[in-house]
Nanobody, 127 residues
Framework: QVRLAESGGGVVQAGGSLRLSCAAS????????LGWFRQAIGKEREFVAG????????LYADSVRGRFTVSRDNAMNTMYLEMNSLKAEDTAVYYC????????????????????WGQGTQVTVSS
């Protein structure tokens, strides 16, 4: 069974950058779309970005498009989220999850489509 683990979070000033990683415990993750989600205090978990199983398609929330970039390296069993021009409203716990569908050509943007959530990594942007 695939297990995911996020890392790379921290405290950064507004306008700064961070790079998050999502490491999978098994090579089978290479056959599934992956997604980044975030949850701020008092709010529901929301979609941030997704990438198809082979990296051929990516999807972004409107709030991060142009600032965040999702990528994956299947040889390293790892997905990344490059976050630039960070804003205070990006403060949240960031999670990665794996799609249920084998080799889905389009990453879903809805939370129930994902499973195998990691423990999350905190991102705090100070203004």
């Amino acid at each position: 069974q695939v297990r995911l683990a996020e890392s790379g979070g921290g405290v950064v000033q507004a306008g700064g950058s961070l790079r998050l990683s999502c490491a999978a415990s098994a090579r089978t993750y290479g056959n599934y779309a992956l997604g980044w989600f975030r949850q701020a205090i008092g709010k529901e978990r929301e979609f941030v970005a997704g990438i198809s199983w082979n990296g051929g398609a990516t999807l972004y929330a409107d709030s991060v498009r142009g600032r965040f970039t999702v990528s994956r390296d299947n040889a390293m069993n790892t997905m990344y989220l490059e976050m630039n021009s960070l804003k205070a409203e990006d403060t949240a716990v960031y999670y990665c999850g794996a799609d249920y569908v084998y080799r889905n050509p389009t990453p879903p943007r809805w939370t129930p489509a994902y499973d195998h959530w990691g423990q999350g990594t905190q991102v705090t942007v100070s203004s």
